[in-house]
């Protein structure tokens, strides 16, 4: 029988205890994945539903709630490259949502004139979204990378989300509509 040094038996229990915690920082940081498999609207029920509270944007950007709380589009604007991004998510802006919409459009009232943006789906190598089956939508137009798209009043035509069409829902770029009383569904 060999017995093993106090230095190589001091080592291996660092080595094992590193494992370990690189395992438990893995585990609690967890990627961020996208999930289209949450179905907000039952677990809101479950809660109660109707629930009032404000919910961070992931991205910095607006939050647009569809229905009562049963997703949320999040609004990035980048005004150096003239795009406006949309991201899909759950009722809680926590998974993003996956959707096989062509386009949906978004009509801006900017300086008294309606603008419309025409939303088109980003696929992502990364995440493995593709055109049909994505969270992400992009648009791109002039007056996006100008002042008058700091602030603005607009309505999304309509969307559809699992199954659910959600039209004329008004917000405001960049307060959103989380302190509307009713959402359009």
Not at 98 to 117: K, N, Y
Not at 157 to 174: C, L, R
Request: with cysteine.
């Amino acid at each position: 029988m060999k017995i093993q040094s106090t230095t190589t038996r001091t080592s291996i229990r660092i080595a094992i205890n590193a494992l370990i915690a690189a395992g438990a920082l893995a585990l609690v940081s967890g990627c961020h994945r996208h999930d289209d498999d949450h179905d907000h609207a039952k677990s809101s029920e479950a809660k109660g539903g109707g629930h009032k509270h404000e919910h961070t944007p992931p991205h910095g950007g607006t939050a647009v709630v569809l229905g009562d709380e049963a997703f949320h589009l999040e609004f990035v604007r980048n005004a150096d490259a003239g795009k406006l991004q949309v991201y899909v998510m759950d009722g809680e802006l926590e998974k993003f949502i996956r959707i096989s919409e062509a386009s949906f459009d978004v009509t801006a009232a900017v300086g008294g004139q309606p603008q419309t943006l025409t939303f088109k789906p980003v696929a992502s190598p990364a995440t493995g979204e593709t055109v049909g089956n994505t969270s992400l939508y992009e648009a791109q137009a002039d007056w996006i990378g100008t002042e008058a798209a700091e602030n603005f009043d607009a309505v999304v035509e309509a969307i559809t989300i699992k199954g659910t069409q959600f039209k004329a829902v008004k917000f405001n770029f960049p307060k959103g509509n989380e302190d509307d009383d009713k959402h359009d569904h």
